[in-house]
């Protein structure tokens, strides 16, 4: 009984948001019919067209610097366990750190370095917090790894350099596309950096809806979050398939106890 009223009370007003998106009726206190004009009407709209691009390439540039850092990261822990405490807990602490604490003091220590609010500083904030879910997922992918797996690459001739390419990243890269694919996501949705970093120009999708949402709602907004719905939701099915990805690891094992060179 407990679960069902958490489940209702969770996704309850997304079912209703999709609802409405397709409700004829503009005030959407009653039904009145189906329809897919507010998608079209919000498709149209050239300030919600031109902020889900400027999200979406937030996103990919957010997530790219956040796999290579925390991939790194993880690399450097795996080859000097010293380290690993360290970067643990500054991967974990920026995620415990309250976002709005974390854009409150990126908004008032980057222009200190003359980073004036704007698309670099949108990218390094979102860099800096969501680079520690890169290294949390990827380290724990990597903790299954079997030491015992290098060392005998390395007894059959492989070089360190061979038994990182052929052991240790085939078995870390469905965990860091996993990550990448949320930190994506994440960075697409995300209100509190952008709306503290970004600047005129830089405004992102989630801030408009935010703005939106601030004066009468309307069907469109409704279909524009709907849109914003299912792109997180097929963001995390496609993290889901890829954390399962074990294609070709024994092969790349095989691969690196040959490698000399």
Known sequence: MALALTLTVLYAPIAQLLVSSFNRNSLTASWKGFTT???????????????AARSLRLALVVSFAAAIIGGLAVLVVRRHPKWSALVRSFAAARLAVPEIVLAVALGVV???????????????????????????????????????????????????????????VPHMIPALLASTVLV?????????LSNRLGGPQDTTLPVVI?????????PELDAIGSLVVLAGVGAFIVSLLVSRLRGGFARDLVAGA????
């Not at 004009?37 to 902020?51: C, F, G, H, T």
């Not at 935010?210 to 309307?218: G, L, N």
Request: aromatic share 10%.
């Open 184 to 192: 994506a996501a994440f960075s697409f949705d995300d209100v509190l």
């Open 37 to 51: 004009r507010w998608y079209s009407q919000a498709l149209d709209n050239e300030q919600v067209v031109d902020a």
């Open 210 to 218: 935010v703005s939106m949402a601030t004066r009468r709602p309307t």
């Open 110 to 168: 980057l222009p200190l370095f003359d980073v004036r609010p704007g698309a670099p500083a949108m990218w390094f904030g979102h860099t800096v917090f969501l680079s520690g879910y890169v290294v949390l997922v990827v380290g724990a992918r990597l903790a299954d790894l079997d030491p015992s797996l290098e060392d005998a690459a390395a007894d059959l001739g492989a070089r360190p350099l061979g038994v990182l390419r052929h052991v240790v």
């Open 258 to 261: 040959n490698v000399g060179t």
